[in-house]
């Protein structure tokens, strides 16, 4: 069986021998020192089309990054909040919770992700009637903007953001794409981490809770020393699973014009022709990322899990 | 601590009316029914615009295939739909109906492609809608099945190179997001075919969707391997079969018939995950709406609605297929 395998490898690298000297196409990640040719929207480190591919290839990374660690962040707060509303004692925030989970779940991340986008670039007024929730804060089509906390020469001041022409400018600014990206993920995992948070607080057997109760122990307690403990040890294997879908998840950035890593993997395809070069970083990075994710986790799960259990 | 349950209650029940109102006077109350562009465009802002479906339904279901075969699609779609029924219903679990199933999933893909019994041939870049939805999620998985078996048995394999062929490959895929590998059928899969032989984006990209299904499968399959005893295969052994017999005959049917709920489960995850093909620029269900709306100077401000709609599509798809596994596992548990 693996013998087939191999022949059926060598096949097809066969075939694309062939069809890249027949279409003349070259082979090799040297397009990665030439230089970009096109710009990148937002990101942390400055860039300019005229450096090289590498640079952004790195921008991309440092994008993925940006909004995923807030999403997971995001998302195993809210994911803990309405896991535990559905196991509240008030048949409406349960059902509120309930109902959050199975309209969320049933969606997929890519609709929703488009909804968000159109809702924060079409629904919003514009720039010029931006919304105020509260001093220094404004939204808008262009955006969110939050003020910036900025040190220039030797003092350091809030720095707001404010209308000039038909613009805003100053304060810390958040692309609607940004935005679009982080709300979708966030919420689109946050419900299966509470169907996840949910099981967990479930699994712990009453009978323990009742022992702590026997021990004379307050609810808070109870909550502290037993139930999390325990709950943590079923759910914080399946939360890193959860993790790694989100950073699988952010690649749909690329819907909305993100520029996050495959982002511009499409780009470079479409200007350098290196299809094979750029999947394969795309790919590399994502296992990287996987592996990294995990390794961190199993960490973690080392902490809670159950003392000499394997 | 009564007075303050009520009074929790209250605060949910208020809030609650907060929200539910005005969306209920935004889509129903105030909302426009028909196709009627001033109307829709009188209620902007107050009332929803269902007019918008009630002009496009067809190119958000059918996408751009020819407007007066628009039959052979929607039959498409209703012979997938009777093949996924017996997950919902027990009494079509068996052998002969869902063989009949997968002889509808061929024959629906031939409807949709003609070319025979007098049916003009349509090419696949004009499928669209919720048959290509249909299609390639199911096709995907019916194609993924028979290679997360053989993977799901190779990693359990006590061949070394075996196992570790797999292992490599279902964490492979499972560590990669699925638009890498779709980036892979669209740009890599036509440089590993024979120069002189050309294959369509659509099977490209359900080949993939198979080879993507098949590690997560496989995974799962693997699950229900390990929940037959091991008692069963020894058993089998006993009475003479030989080892392949003893796991086609005796393991697999167990183990597939306990992997059943979580198969579902899955099968809901790759008919959303279908959703990305429109990045590849095929037209499902999502991709149909920016083709139905996104060239239409009047209809489109009521993007809103047809996201509404689309959503709604995928979630009664999901949501009765997700109950559905939920009942099979109940029902395999109390067997």
Known sequence: MVSILGVLLAWLGHNVLDNMRERGIRAGFDFLFDPAGFEIGEGILSYDAAQPLWRAFAMGILNTLRVAIPSIVIATLLGSLIGLGRLSTTPSLRKLCGFCVESLRNIPLLLQLLMWYFALTSLLPDASD???????VLISKGGLFLPAWSCVGGGCSWNLPHLEGFGIEGGWSLSPE????LTALSLY???FIAEIVRGGIQSVSAGQIAAA???????????????IPLALRAIVPA??????????????????????LVSIANTSINQSGRAFECIVIVMAVYLTLSLITALLMNLYNARVALRGAK | MSALKHLRTWFWLILAALILWPALNWGVVHAVWTPDLEACRAARG?????????EKHRLLLFGRYPFNEQWRPLLASLLILSALSPIAFQKLRTRRFMACGLIGVLLAASLMTGGFAGLSPVPTKLWGGLPLTLLVSLGGTLLAFPLAILLALGRRSTLPLLRSVCTTYIELIRGVPLISLLFMAAFLFPLMLPTQFRLDILPRVIFTIALFAAAYLAEVIRGGLQAVPKGQLVAAQAIGMRHWQAITYIVLPQALRAALPAMVNSFVGIFKDSSLIS???????????????????????FYLEGYI??????????????AASRRLENHLNHK
């Open chain 2, 46 to 54: 107050t009332g929803a615009c269902w007019g918008v479906i009630a």
């Open chain 1, 189 to 191: 995992s946050a419900v």
């Open chain 2, 309 to 322: 709609f689309i959503a709604a599509v995928y979630w009664l798809f999901c949501f009765t297929l997700s």
């Open chain 1, 130 to 136: 931006a919304i105020s929730p509260l001093p220094g």
């Open chain 1, 213 to 227: 109760q026997a021990l004379g122990m307050r609810p808070l307690q109870i909550l502290r020393h037993i139930t």
């Open chain 2, 279 to 301: 990045i590849v620029s095929l037209h499902e269900l999502t991709g149909a709406l920016s083709l139905a709306l996104g060239g239409d100077a009047e209809w489109r401000s």
């Open chain 1, 239 to 260: 939360l890193t699973n959860q993790f790694l879908n989100l950073s699988k998840n952010s690649s749909l950035a690329v819907a909305v014009g993100y520029p996050e």
């Open chain 1, 178 to 181: 940004y935005l679009a990206v």
